[in-house]
């Protein structure tokens, strides 16, 4: 580029400026203008604009506050929640704890209840066992004691009927020995030491030493008895006159005296006296009776 065109350039750029000059000079004319129309209106707006930034920069400070107070309470609300929500959870927490120690309290105690109920059945059922082994032992012992006794009274009537038969036996055998001497007293003619106890009396007492010992009762009992043998047909008249024929005196006397000892005779005649008399008063009474029918 010459220096003229430079010089050139530079005459339109200052051209450019006084025109934008005196534009910008006729705008702030033209604003002035309309200012100063606008005057009254304008200090109107910017007392009012003055007021409103007034009124902004007190709202600021207000509003500030009532943010930080909002945030303030937003934050205790949210911290009040959260209190809230960790007591809720704590509870819940504690609600389960609480049930869980409920169920294992429950638990604990439906096992103990188990376990008594189980002990008590056991309890039962070994008494109710020992209660039957005990009935079964007294009933073992029972039916073993009925058996003893059974056998006992067997035993006893066994042995009381060994006994009856050998009274029994040994009455026929004495009434048999009392009939067998008196018929060796009438048949033998060796006879001459019989000795006074030796002498079939009719009674059961042994060794008659004297009448005195010779009684009514005791001679209705030997003459009567039921086992007599060879008397169980006759009478008991016909059994007096077996006896009276025996002891009558002359009788007693002449023929069966004589064949005693000579020391026993006198005795042996008394006591058939005695008995002589006892046999003729019961005959007498007997006739009576067949008279009273």
Not at 42 to 53: G, K, P, S, T, Y
Not at 166 to 179: E, G, M
Not at 241 to 250: A, G, M, Q, S, T
Not at 264 to 272: G, L, Q, T, V
């Given at each position: ?161 060994l006994l009856r038969n050998k009274a029994q036996a040994d009455l026929v055998a004495f009434f048999q020995l009392y009939d067998a001497k008196w018929q060796e007293l009438k048949l033998s003619q060796k006879l001459t030491s019989v000795m006074l106890f030796e002498m079939p009396w009719p009674t059961f007492q042994q060794g008659c030493a004297s009448p005195d010992d010779i009684s009514r009762r005791s001679v209705e009992e030997f003459i009567f008895h039921p086992l007599r043998p060879g008397m ?62």
């Amino acid at each position: 580029m010459t220096a003229e065109d430079r010089i050139f350039l530079k005459q339109l750029e200052d051209l450019r400026l006084d025109q934008l000059r005196s534009h910008t000079l006729g705008d702030a004319r033209e604003v002035v203008a309309r200012a100063e129309a606008l005057g009254p209106r304008r200090e109107l707006e910017h007392v009012e604009r003055d007021r409103q930034a007034a009124l902004r920069l007190e709202e600021k400070p207000r509003r500030q506050k009532e943010e930080e107070e909002s945030r303030r309470l937003e934050e205790l609300r949210r911290l009040e929640e959260e209190r809230q929500r960790q007591e809720e959870e704590k509870r819940r927490q504690e609600e389960a704890r609480r049930r869980q120690e409920e169920a294992r309290r429950r638990a604990e105690e439906l096992a103990r209840l188990r376990e008594q109920r189980e002990r008590e059945l056991q309890a039962k059922r070994e008494a109710f066992r020992k209660a039957q082994e005990e009935a079964e032992r007294r009933a073992r012992e029972q039916a073993e004691q009925r058996l003893r006794e059974e056998a006992r009274r067997q035993e006893r009537q066994r042995q009381e009927e060994l006994l009856r038969n050998k009274a029994q036996a040994d009455l026929v055998a004495f009434f048999q020995l009392y009939d067998a001497k008196w018929q060796e007293l009438k048949l033998s003619q060796k006879l001459t030491s019989v000795m006074l106890f030796e002498m079939p009396w009719p009674t059961f007492q042994q060794g008659c030493a004297s009448p005195d010992d010779i009684s009514r009762r005791s001679v209705e009992e030997f003459i009567f008895h039921p086992l007599r043998p060879g008397m169980e047909t006759k009478s008991r008249k016909d059994r007096l006159k077996v006896e009276i024929l025996r002891f009558h005196p002359d009788k007693f006397n002449s023929s069966i005296v004589r064949k005693l000892r000579e020391c026993d005779r006198e005795k042996a005649s008394e006591i058939a006296g005695a008995l002589a008399r006892i046999l003729t008063n019961m005959m007498a009474e007997e006739v009576q009776k067949e008279k009273d029918q």
